[in-house]
């Protein structure tokens, strides 16, 4: 062959090639008018940038961030690269409601991912719901809900609560616990999950239950009530900026993880970089991941996130969930071929996420993810040694007994 037709070949090859490797035509892959061009796909973020919950939110915000890129770097979802509306929930529950509809309605996201607490949950909820969005719900929470249009990466409660008080009660033998909360939905909910589940199941006493408003700081009554009840376990679902003085109290007053065994379900690795690895050592967290996770996936995961955000940055188990969110969103619309909602939502049941820092996840049909409950001891230098790692939990958002 000549010269000339070799060069014939390449050209046809590569202009193969490129028809091959065209993203679909945004009239097949959008129907119903999301911000979808042939180009790019735009998504919202909504989460409390400020105020008592941003200690907690910012893990979030970064680590979609990150899955964004990296995505985008790989060449994007089905051919369009991801831009990214940010919106500020400022820790307000109505004002998350009035953002939601600003991204589902007047900037038309493809996908939003978003909240923190129960309550900004519950606000936007029916938001979602009327205008047929799709909420990717990074935090561990009480459960009793199941939504089309939310998938929650995060664990719920017969996977964290029920798991974890199990563990502690047979590790140290516990039998009186008293229960601690921040004055929402999702404390309150968890705190009659665990006090049933104490005094139905374990047959164990609940000596104390109190709960304080987001962003208190003041809990020298508690801590006088705990010293004069002597439980033999603290359960603690303080979030927020209130953690940094809850626990700092203890420490000062002498509540430590040497004279007492305390188990918290809300206490991340974000919170911790906050509250001082010291005044929390010895402590106990019932989470799903840990930044000390020993596993490649992880390593990558966490080596990635320090060189965006800083060799100081840490990552708690909602940053990690929060991760989860893009690229199981990305999963469903590639398996759907398409962005349309109602697309997605039948392309995701049983997908599998094997390369999840956690380690291996799959999403059930009631849009809550199988995963595993691990139990991590504090230590000084703000991680957690984990001590405990259970099976792969099937997700029981609505358990018998416990509504």
């Known amino acids: 062959m000549s010269r000339l037709g070799h060069a014939a070949l390449a050209v046809a090859l590569l202009a193969a090639s490129s028809l091959r490797a065209a993203p679909p035509p ?7 008018g999301l911000a979808v061009t042939d180009t790019t796909v735009t998504v919202g973020q909504l989460h409390s940038a400020t105020g008592t919950m941003a200690i907690s939110e910012t893990g979030s915000i970064q680590a979609e961030q990150l899955a964004i890129d990296q995505i985008n770097a790989a060449g994007g979802v089905l051919g369009r690269q991801i831009k990214v509306i940010k919106e500020d929930g400022a820790s307000d529950w109505p004002t998350f409601a009035e953002k939601a509809k600003k991204l589902l309605v007047s900037d038309k996201v493809g996908t939003v991912f978003g909240c923190w607490t129960s309550a900004s949950r519950k606000a936007v909820l029916p938001v979602f ?53 921040s004055d929402y939905i999702w404390p309150r909910t968890s705190m009659k999950i665990a006090r049933k589940h104490i005094e139905n199941v374990l047959k164990g006493t609940v000596v104390g239950e109190e709960f304080y408003a987001l962003g208190s700081t003041s809990f020298g009554s508690l801590i ?21 003085s809850f626990y700092k109290q203890l420490a000062a007053a002498g509540i430590n993880g040497t004279k007492q065994t305390l188990l918290t379900i809300s206490v991340t690795e974000d919170e911790v970089l906050g509250i001082g690895g010291e005044n ?65 939502v039948a392309a995701s049941p049983d997908l599998e996420l094997k390369t999840a820092p956690e380690g291996y996840v799959k999403l059930h049909p009631n849009h809550h993810l199988w995963s595993k409950l691990r139990i991590g001891q504090w230590q000084k230098n703000g991680q957690a040694k984990v001590l405990y790692e259970s099976e792969l939990l099937e997700p029981n958002p609505f358990p018998k007994g416990y509504q």
Request: no cysteine; net charge positive.
């Open 129 to 181: 719901e009327k205008e047929n969005g799709m909420l990717y719900y990074p935090t561990f929470y009480e459960g009793l809900e199941q939504s089309k249009n939310v998938i929650y990466t995060g664990q719920e409660a017969t996977q964290q609560i029920l798991a974890g008080i199990d563990w502690i009660a047979k590790e140290k033998k516990a039998k009186t616990f008293y229960l601690v909360g």
């Open 280 to 344: 929390l050592a010895g402590f106990y967290s019932a989470m799903k991941y840990f930044q000390s996770l020993d596993n490649p996936n992880n390593k990558e995961f966490v080596a990635a996130f320090k060189a965006k955000y800083g060799a100081a940055s840490v990552i708690g188990d909602v940053t990690q969930a929060g991760y989860l969110g893009p690229w199981l969103w990305k999963a469903a619309v590639e398996k759907a071929g398409s962005f349309d909602i109602d697309k997605i």
């Open 26 to 32: 945004t009239s097949e892959v959008n129907t119903t």
């Open 224 to 244: 006088n009530k705990i010293k004069l009840k002597k439980p033999d376990v603290i359960y603690a679902a303080v979030v927020g900026g209130s953690n940094v």
